[in-house]
């Protein structure tokens, strides 16, 4: 793929360790009785964010960034690195920068602490562009597959934002999140957007919703917790949707406009939509003669649309291709985890901490860098080499608090 730094073309890396099936995340990893990793979305990409591995862990990390740059066709490494950051934060560019290095640090974990997902893990969870490392690690997609996938999808998106832009006269789009006092406050005013939005109070279009261009929708995007709801679309249109909230709803919430400048989750995105839909009918690229989707993977993952467990090859495709235009229920799979599955030890794995916080805002586990005096529970994340030690004997003495 042609890129922005225009760099050469990266040569072959010497005795690549291809993991074609097993463990590499932007996503979350979840174990009632062990461990549990999570990876984020996009937003969390910053410049230099893989040096301070490499620093750490030459040997492991080295051959790792071979390996995405060969398999990328162009040295996002580099790009990484040393930026500019208005290039890497693009989003054809920032999406698999992110799972990149979410992999990378799962990688580091499997070959310097031995951290086994496969052992150690029970369910799998990514927000947005995570549940594509989500997939890798619990065994679905092989982590070239995936980053080509990622690589493609975020293209096609960044077209998509500017077609969007041009097609209301140049004016806005991204995404807004709007934060109310408590969840009760959310429930009554989320009916409320889906009502000006037409739509039923399970987020179901109404007739008059699928008759609405799709560059005059707004979409909630994410649900992601209990008292927090990202809207996307024209910046204009939720405005205007604000401001009704405001006047006739009786609502006045928090609203802050995220730094995405594209409409992620919306009907805007019904391109990236078809052309996931296109790749998941191919073959592997890595495993020959396979399908580009295993079944069954190594533990249940949770998809992002329905916020329980894929049940079927067919099924994950479907989803993993409309997770671009729909509403990511992250609160509804936290909860689910949570109460069904008392999933009790959560482990983010990747750069920036969104994911962690809202994790701990949704659960009875406790929070903390190192809370292995806590029985049985806790919620750490792994974006520093620093840590990883520490973090990894919590782990292990919350494991066997657990267990006693």
């Known amino acids: 793929m042609p890129s922005a730094v225009d760099p050469p073309r990266p040569t072959p890396p010497q005795d690549r360790h291809l993991l074609p099936r097993q463990a590499p995340p932007d996503a979350l990893l979840l174990r009632r009785d062990a461990d549990a990793p999570r990876c984020p979305g996009q937003g969390v990409q910053r410049v230099g964010m ?6 750490a862990f030459p040997r492991t990390v080295a051959p790792i960034i071979d390996e995405i740059d060969y398999t990328l066709n162009f040295s996002l490494s580099r790009l990484i690195s040393d930026g500019p950051n208005a290039t890497l934060t693009a989003t054809e560019n920032a999406q698999p920068a ?20 496969q052992h150690r893990v029970d369910f799998t969870l990514g927000h947005s562009l995570g549940e594509f490392a989500a997939l890798v690690a619990g065994g679905y997609l092989s982590f070239t597959d995936a980053l080509r996938m990622v690589r493609r999808r975020a293209e096609v998106m960044a077209r998509c934002s500017k077609e969007a832009s041009a097609a209301i ?34 987020g ?6 699928r008759d609405v261009p799709a560059v005059d929708k707004v979409l909630i995007a994410n649900i992601n917790s209990k008292n927090q709801i990202v809207l996307s679309g024209s910046i204009e249109r939720i405005t205007t949707l604000l401001t009704h909230l405001r006047q006739f709803g009786g609502h006045d919430p928090r609203a802050v406009r995220l730094k995405a400048d594209s409409p992620f989750h ?32 190594l533990m249940p993952c949770i998809s992002n649309v329905t916020a329980r467990p894929f049940k079927s090859r067919a099924e994950l495709k479907d989803l993993l291709a409309r997770q671009c235009v729909e509403t990511v229920d992250w609160w509804g799979s936290v909860r689910y985890l949570d109460k069904e599955e ?9 750069p920036g901490k969104v994911g962690r916080n809202l994790v701990g805002k949704g659960i009875d586990a406790p929070r903390g860098l190192s809370p292995g005096t806590v029985k049985g529970g806790g919620v750490w994340g792994i974006d520093d080499p620093r840590h990883v030690e520490e973090i990894m004997k919590a782990l292990d003495e919350t494991e066997l608090a657990y267990e006693d």
Not at 188 to 200: C, I, N, Q, R, S
């Open 98 to 117: 992110i799972m990149a290095t979410s992999v990378l640090i799962l990688r580091v974990l499997e070959a310097e602490f031995g951290f086994q997902p």
């Open 50 to 55: 893989i040096q301070p591995w490499l620093d």
């Open 204 to 209: 179901s279009k109404t007739d008059s919703a």
């Open 342 to 350: 008392k999933v009790r030890r959560w482990l983010g794995v990747g």
């Open 266 to 297: 919306s009907p805007l995105m019904k391109p990236a939509e078809d052309e996931m839909k296109r790749i998941l009918t191919g073959p592997s690229k890595t495993a020959v003669d396979q399908d580009i989707v295993a079944w069954p993977g």
């Open 169 to 202: 006269g140049g004016g806005e789009v991204g995404m807004v999140a709007i934060v109310c006092e408590n969840e009760e406050r959310m429930r009554a005013l989320t009916d409320m957007v889906y009502d000006f939005l037409g739509m039923g109070s399970d």
